[in-house]
């Protein structure tokens, strides 16, 4: 792969990177309104912020490589948006589930920083980039565990 290339398929991948924050910020906003508890209110509402800075780092780190960043969501995030708002109309809007909802979509939001730090084809020469990914990655640990164990305390009340 040639430089070129190679700074393309770093652009592509920050850019799917900011499509999942994206889908994230859209999810919690969307699990936002179905609860009035301020407990959720709160932490969603934090959540929601963790990927707007998300999204800031990785826009500024696409400008350092001389590309353009993305303000779009992913296809499978406006899928599972609908399917989310589909539930919310229909659904009971018990906080267990809502819980739930929001863990799925933090293992898909995981899942991608790991499938951008493990890609053989990307190489991240910058250890800047590798620094914000992982630090990313961490704090999105940290929200899952969190959203997970609000879950499990939700089943065994």
């Not at 399917?83 to 659904?91: M, Q, S, T």
């Not at 909802?101 to 053989?120: F, G, H, N, P």
Request: hydrophobic content about 40%; overall charge negative.
């Amino acid at each position: 792969m040639g430089v070129l290339q190679h700074v393309q398929h770093q652009i592509s991948s920050l850019n799917d990177l900011i499509k999942i924050n994206n889908d994230r910020i859209a999810g919690y906003e969307k699990a936002n309104e179905s609860t009035n508890e301020t407990g959720l209110n709160l932490l969603f509402k934090e959540y929601i912020d963790q990927s707007k800075a998300n999204v800031s780092d990785l826009k500024e780190y696409i400008h350092v490589l001389g590309g353009d960043p993305t303000d779009g969501t992913s296809l499978s995030g406006k899928l599972n948006n609908t399917w989310i708002d589909v539930k919310a109309a229909f659904g009971s809007k018990d906080r267990h589930g809502i819980l739930v909802d929001c863990e799925r979509a933090e293992d898909v939001v995981k899942k991608a920083y790991r499938v951008a730090l493990d890609d053989k084809e990307l190489i991240w020469e910058d250890q800047q980039v590798v620094f914000i990914l992982k630090k990313h990655l961490e704090s999105l640990r940290v929200a899952h565990d969190t959203i997970k164990a609000l879950r499990d305390a939700e089943v065994s009340a």
